[in-house]
């Protein structure tokens, strides 16, 4: 298949790129390097560099690669500034978006497949775990501004019938190509407390999260290729708190560090847990990597680093 990645140079979509590229589809990776660096991209794919804001540019890459497929991983994550600059946030997750989803239909697209949040997108809610049909009342801009997208693209399905499937994401971790101290919170500990430093907890750290391994993910962006049709939940369905999260990296790495202690965020979700069922039963999703697995694989590529 000919698949575009918007936001392939990013964490997940570089990791999504080098997945389809190993399955032998013919890659095409559109960027502006607001995250991750170009060494980093995959010689095998084609790269346009463009910003999913500027129409005019990104319609020459549309035209140029002819895609079947848009895998939409571009757009802003930063939850925190998300809420410090909402307005920045909409201009790049919902414009940005309706300029690729346009260009998906004008230039006969079957498919486009969009990474939005588990996390972000239920709040705090009363039921857990949350899935595909728990009340959406996200505490963020980013989490409104995914479900904003989800919703355009929900209308270009009903309007001129373009497949989607929409991946609901848990917290996404593994290694990254840039500094072992950015990313998720997992990343973070541990380059944290590998240079004996005392990790940051923002509240008491009873606070608890679905953590998944990056390479299920890409098995996820596989399987949707020619899956069914849907918004499915992609987590692990289980949850770790970010006290338990310390003492398993810890012990992984034979360090004992005690974290300290800061005033909780009101814009973070304080639990959340995704409920996996309709993946596994529609997408044949089954996550392969546990916590503890996971972790030992970042601490060895950057130990191999």
Request: proline residues 4%; contains cysteine.
């Amino acid at each position: 298949m000919r698949i575009l990645v918007t936001g392939g140079a990013g964490f997940i979509g570089l990791n999504v790129v080098g997945g389809y590229l190993k399955d032998k589809h013919e890659v095409g990776v559109v960027s502006n390097f607001s995250s991750g660096k170009r060494e980093s991209l995959n010689k095998k794919a084609k790269f346009y560099k463009a910003d999913i804001r500027n129409k005019e540019v990104l319609e020459k890459v549309f035209k140029d690669f002819k895609p079947e497929i848009v895998n939409h991983h571009a757009g802003h994550t930063g939850v925190k500034e998300s809420v410090e600059n909402p307005s920045y946030d909409a201009e790049i997750n919902i414009i940005g978006s309706i300029n690729v989803f346009e260009l998906a239909v004008k230039y006969r697209v079957r498919r486009i497949i969009f990474p939005s949040t588990g996390g972000g997108l239920y709040g705090e809610s009363a039921k857990l775990p949350a899935n595909e049909n728990t009340p959406i009342e996200p505490i963020s801009p980013y989490g409104v501004s995914k479900y904003c997208v989800e919703n355009y693209l929900n209308y270009f399905k009903r309007l001129y019938g373009i497949e989607r499937v929409i991946l609901r994401y848990a917290n996404v971790y593994g290694p990254r190509w840039g500094s072992l101290c950015e990313g998720s919170v997992v990343e973070i500990f541990i380059c944290k407390i590998l240079k004996r430093e005392k990790p940051t907890i923002f509240g008491d750290g009873t606070q608890s999260y679905d953590f998944i391994f990056v390479e299920d993910v890409v098995r996820t962006n596989i399987l949707a290729l020619d899956g069914k049709e849907g918004i499915y939940n992609i987590g692990t369905g289980r949850e770790t708190s970010l006290n338990l999260l310390i003492d398993i990296i810890s012990k992984a790495l034979g360090i004992k560090v005690k974290p300290k202690y800061d005033l909780s965020r009101k814009w973070e979700v304080k639990r959340i847990i995704l409920d996996i069922e309709r993946a596994k039963k529609e997408l044949g999703f089954v996550p392969q990597y546990s916590l503890e697995e996971g972790i030992r694989r970042i601490i060895e590529w950057y130990r191999g680093r």
